[in-house]
């Protein structure tokens, strides 16, 4: 489904991305865990196409097309869903009216008919309900005011909509009380199924307790060091990322 091979980025002048390669198949939860500053939301941002992200080499096969030539809303269309660390708000624009936008851009894209303004609330209020979420937020601007919990319910609801075959969740889990972590993780657990993959980006291993990844990767300097199951998240919760910085450091 997501192929990455050997991807090299920068940011301004800077090298962040270092020879990255990541193999997603349909049906997999990954997580992806590692220091502060390794390169984590890099990765994402480059897959979400941010033009201040310069890919320098490498190949991103995503359903057997070259991501990194697809346009921005191409991506989505085609069923990619990025949940940033932070949010973006648009003010103006009401969540009920952005949410909708989105949903019948997707289902254009599957050749599915728009769902009208009924049906659509209908479905709307009805997931607003499994992630906690009052029906005022419907119509108050997209994330503008919302606390940190209440942005992320926001993005749970957009991506359960929407329904991604790939999701990637970066730091989804930061600054959440432990009610939102759980809806964060109900809502990833019901999106699980065959058809679709999960990349599940977080520092700490916390949200692993509720998501159980497939596979565990460690990023650190701009590259996977480390890949394993979910014990390897636990021996990360145990042991810190320092013994994994100095293996490769003796490794040279
Ligand atoms: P992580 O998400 O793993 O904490 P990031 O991908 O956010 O790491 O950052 C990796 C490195 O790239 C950091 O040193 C960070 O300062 C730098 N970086 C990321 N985005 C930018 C940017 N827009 N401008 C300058 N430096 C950036
Ligand atoms: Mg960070
Ligand atoms: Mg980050």
């Given at each position: ?44 941002q480059v897959l979400a196409g941010r033009e ?167 990023l650190a300097g701009g590259r996977i060091v ?27």
């Amino acid at each position: 489904m997501l192929s990455i091979k050997d991807l090299h980025a920068r940011v301004e002048q800077k090298p962040i991305l270092r020879g990255l390669s990541l193999e997603v198949k349909a049906g997999e939860v990954h997580a992806i865990m590692g220091p502060n500053g390794s390169g984590k939301s890099t990765l994402s941002q480059v897959l979400a196409g941010r033009e201040d992200y310069i890919v320098e080499s490498g190949s991103v096969e995503w359903m057997g097309r070259d991501l990194l030539s697809m346009p921005i809303e191409e991506r989505a269309r085609s069923g990619l869903f990025l949940a940033f660390q932070y949010p973006i708000e648009i003010p103006g624009v009401s969540n009920a009216y952005f949410l909708r936008t989105a949903v019948n851009a997707a289902r254009r894209h599957q050749g599915l008919p728009e769902l009208d303004a009924m049906d659509f609330i209908k479905r709307v209020k009805a997931e607003m309900k499994a992630v906690g979420m009052k029906e005022e937020f419907l119509y108050r601007s997209v994330n503008e005011g919302f606390s940190g919990g209440e942005k992320k319910r926001n993005e749970v609801l957009q991506m359960t909509l929407l329904e991604p075959k790939l999701a990637i969740l970066d730091e989804t889990d930061s600054g959440l009380d432990i009610d939102a972590l759980k809806v964060v993780a109900d809502g990833v657990n019901r999106l699980r199924s065959p058809e679709r993959a999960l990349i599940v980006i977080t520092h700490y291993q916390r949200l692993l307790d509720y998501i159980v990844p497939d596979f565990v990767h460690v990023l650190a300097g701009g590259r996977i060091v480390r890949t394993g199951g979910r014990e390897l998240a636990l021996e990360l919760e145990e042991r810190g990322y320092g013994w994994i910085s100095e293996a490769e450091a003796r490794k040279g």
